[in-house]
């Protein structure tokens, strides 16, 4: 859906998510993952990682465990101000209206930012749909995060709310960006993907919009 037609449309009924595991962790129907408390006293120092970021498009098919993935996530988008339930990322008026949907071989699943935790929302591998690039295939990241915003959340829906979600999604991206340049996972932002057809894909309502995906994994040399 393009954003003139997602203009014209009308907010409809949110979608129930049922939930499901990870990895081997991905093997349980219909529990949510309960991710793990995030590892604060890892990583490398704040200029280092500056220093090694960088975009890398070649991935090996090695799972990415769940402590890291777990680290990964509070670090795009997890709450690091429990008391005021703000997050590791800004956002337009704290509206927090972007969700991090993790793409996997096992499935589709949604994080829970508040409850550290993923629940499936399609018990499909949709990494096809969101790991191309105009006509050729990208490499096989084991895990796409896919940044959508919820319209369902913005006060008012116009050009505005777009830059916003996209920036939201930006700030969300640049977290994961430092956190793989800490922990030695190669990222990459895909700007070009089959919008439509992955939209449809992951059962979105016609007020969500994809904005941005991200492939994450171990790099192939």
Known sequence: MNRRDFLKASAAAGVVLAAKDIPSVFA???NPIQLLPPQLDRGK??????????????????????????????????????????????SGMNLQNTDIYVATPEGLYVYDGKAHSLYQAVAEDVRPLSGRQQTSP?????????????????R?????????????????????YLFCASEGLATVVRLRFDKAELEKAMKLRPDQYITLVQSVGYPRK
Do not use: C
């Open 28 to 30: 349980h129907e219909f």
């Open 45 to 90: 120092p704040l200029m280092q990682v500056l220093k090694d970021r960088s975009s890398w498009r070649a991935y090996t098919a090695e799972e990415i465990p769940l402590q890291v993935l777990s680290n990964l996530l509070w670090a795009g988008f997890g709450v690091n101000r429990p008391d005021s339930g703000r997050r590791t990322a800004p």
């Open 138 to 154: 990208l490499d096989d990241a084991p895990i796409n995060l896919i940044y959508v915003a919820d319209f369902s959340k913005f």
């Open 156 to 176: 008012r829906v116009g050009e505005q709310a777009f830059f916003v979600a996209f920036a939201n999604a930006a700030f969300i991206s640049q977290n994961v």
